[in-house]
Nanobody, 119 residues
Framework: QVQLAESGGGLVQPGGALRLSCVVSGSDFSIWRFNWYRRVSGEERKIVASIASGGTTYYADAAKGRFTISRDDAKNTVYLQMNALKPEDTAVYYC?????????????WGQGTQVTVSS
């Protein structure tokens, strides 16, 4: 069974930085794409960044230039480095993995980690 566990959230002042981690249990970590989503209170969950096997990345406009997604296949861990944080980055951040096997799709979510950007 695949499980995702996020950590690294917290309270930070505007302009500060945080690094989120997502440790993934289960097999075949290196061959899958992993994503970071966030949910602002009262809104739908939205993608922040994504990283494919091999390291190709995608960023939502809100994350470009400030956030960096990375992965360590030896540690089964995905990271989200967030710099120059703004109050509007306040949200619960979720790690996500979607596995499309053709005949079925399995999707896994972590429990989320709260990020609060406030002075």
């Amino acid at each position: 069974q695949v499980q995702l566990a996020e950590s690294g959230g917290g309270l930070v002042q505007p302009g500060g930085a945080l690094r989120l981690s997502c440790v993934v249990s289960g097999s075949d970590f290196s061959i899958w794409r992993f994503n970071w989503y966030r949910r602002v209170s009262g809104e739908e969950r939205k993608i922040v960044a994504s990283i494919a096997s091999g390291g190709t990345t995608y960023y939502a406009d809100a994350a470009k230039g400030r956030f960096t997604i990375s992965r360590d296949d030896a540690k089964n861990t995905v990271y989200l480095q967030m710099n120059a944080l703004k109050p509007e980055d306040t949200a619960v951040y979720y790690c996500n993995n979607r596995r499309d096997y053709g005949s079925r799709v399995d999707e896994f979510w972590g429990q989320g980690t709260q990020v609060t950007v406030s002075s």
